[in-house]
């Protein structure tokens, strides 16, 4: 922990001595879509509908309903806030995270007291209200109802006996009750719930709410890089290079983030599905990461809760569905998990990879790809392939040559314009499962489509022909340092 952040509080500390990172405001503002609208202003970025742009952190000192708690927002809503947070540099973000996942280091059980359990509310208490324990804000008027939206779920598989930690949608539906959306297949949590239906259990579950930026970026890993049964927390242990500390929960046989702000304790109820917009009637659930407002699903499950704990003046952390945010915490890993596979199949030759933001993280990879050797002609394409093979969700990917910045799209876009030919250069993979949430992919959109979720993945080969090298070099500058002229 060479910069000092080891949970939320800590990490602000260290933005507050950043110009132009973290700002406050004591204006009381409404949780509901008016926080979010105000910050859509001030630093959200990502898909969200411009007029938007990327921008500092943001604190909400006063929020209408909750006397005794903040609201922040936004602390990962940008790529240098990430670096900064986890004391790396932007462009090696992917790197660093992919030698995380191959050197964790475990969570532990803490003997201390948990700061999260400070304040106690047990569900039995007779003035129990989820509505009023957590100013869970919503994105916009048209929102199924408040958000968790960055609840580190942790739970144990009832055979195996493992843990892991996702992000979930969660929905307060009542003052004991959360609707949590369970993408099919696609995270673990998923699994265990499913399993412990089979098995006719409830699934104990602890939802940890602003906690070291460390966890939420390493909760983002999927499968093949993390399988089932890999503990996600030992990403964060790695980062930090010590282990995170967990604290047994006080009313369900779980464990929880023991520096969390806050931690809601429930359980999965099995053979319950709930309508997510029950409360609003909306037919809409929240921003998604591409940039359009998901619809409500009736096939949520439940979680019943049975406790909320938190520190004294809690700060409740959130985020805008489709920001920067989402782009940071989704498209990170992504990078990470690419790279490793590709440097595992032809090592030297990926530079980097940037999962841009104008893809929400996970539609679009840009690869920065070397070729050495005129036998490395092609490669660049297999890279790619590998991409596609290992992340459904990937839709697009531009390959590019190590001379064009992967992390700037108008550099990208300099290299389509001038080293790539549309009929030469682009190869499309048509019939490919791909990701629900994009409109496109659907049979109305296109005759060749087969079903909704169903996409063509598409390379844009922007790299030079080896063999053609010498024909296509940039003009070449003097490097100096500008700093004696600029002093």
């Known amino acids: 922990m060479a910069n000092g952040v080891k949970d939320l509080r800590s990490a602000l500390d260290l933005l507050r001595t950043m110009e132009g990172q973290l700002i406050e405001t004591d204006v009381e503002v409404e949780p509901m879509a008016e926080l979010s609208g105000v910050y859509r202003h001030v630093g959200a970025g990502g898909t969200v509908m411009r007029p938007t742009k990327e921008g500092p952190a943001m604190i909400f000192n006063h929020v209408n309903g909750h006397p005794d708690a903040k609201v922040v927002v936004g602390v990962l809503a940008s790529r240098k806030r990430v670096a900064v947070l986890l004391d790396s540099k932007p462009e090696e973000l992917g790197k660093l995270l992919y030698h995380s996942v191959d050197h964790p280091i475990p969570p532990v059980l803490t003997s201390k007291p948990a700061l999260c359990q ?26 199924a109802g408040p958000y968790i939206t960055l609840g580190m779920c942790y739970a144990t598989h009832p055979d195996t006996g493992q843990s892991d930690v996702t992000i979930h949608r969660m929905c307060i539906q009542g003052k004991d009750e959360l609707s949590i959306f369970f993408t099919p297949g696609a995270r673990h949590i998923g699994a265990m719930a499913e399993r412990a239906e089979e098995l006719g259990q409830k699934l104990p579950i602890s939802i940890s709410i602003g906690v070291d930026p460390a966890i939420e970026i390493g909760s983002c890993f999927e499968p093949p890089t993390t399988p089932m049964g890999y503990d996600e927390l030992a990403v964060a242990g790695a980062l930090r290079g010590e282990p995170v500390e967990l604290c047994q929960c006080l009313t369900v046989k779980e ?6 702000e806050y931690v809601i304790e429930g359980e999965v109820i099995p053979h319950v599905r709930v309508q997510e917009d029950q409360n609003s009637n909306t037919g809409y659930a929240m921003p998604e990461f591409p940039g359009y407002t998901g619809p409500a699903s009736s096939e949520c499950w439940l979680i019943k809760v049975t406790a909320v704990t938190h520190r004294q003046h809690p700060i409740m952390q959130t ?19 690419i790279y490793g596979m590709v440097e595992k199949a032809m090592p030297g030759r990926l530079q980097n990879v940037y999962c841009a933001s104008a893809g929400g ?19 660049q394409r297999q890279a790619a392939l590998l991409a596609f093979s290992a992340f459904s969700e990937l839709k697009h990917v531009f ?9 700037d799209m108008n550099d990208v876009l300099w290299a389509m314009n001038t080293r790539f030919q549309g009929d030469a250069d682009i ?3 048509p019939g490919v499962r791909c990701h629900p949430l994009d409109p496109s992919n659907d049979p109305t959109c296109s005759p060749n489509i ?31 340092d500008p700093q004696h002229w600029l002093a």
Request: charged share 30%.
């Open 118 to 143: 400070q304040v106690v509310h047990k569900a039995t208490d007779p003035d129990f209200d989820l509505f009023r324990l957590v100013p869970a804000p919503t994105n916009t008027p048209d929102d």
């Open 255 to 260: 464990r929880a983030i023991a520096n969390a």
């Open 319 to 337: 985020c805008i569905g489709s920001s920067e945010e989402h782009v940071s915490m989704a498209g990170i890993p992504t990078e990470a998990s």
């Open 361 to 379: 993280g996970k539609y679009m990879a840009v690869l920065q790809f070397q070729k050495k050797t005129a036998s490395d002609e092609g490669r």
């Open 399 to 407: 390959l590019v040559d190590e001379d064009v910045d992967c992390f």
């Open 427 to 429: 190869i499309t993979i």
């Open 450 to 480: 087969r079903d909704h979720g169903i996409a063509c993945k598409t390379i844009f080969d922007c790299t030079v022909p080896f063999d053609q090298k010498e024909r296509f070099q940039r003009a070449r500058f003097m490097d100096v």
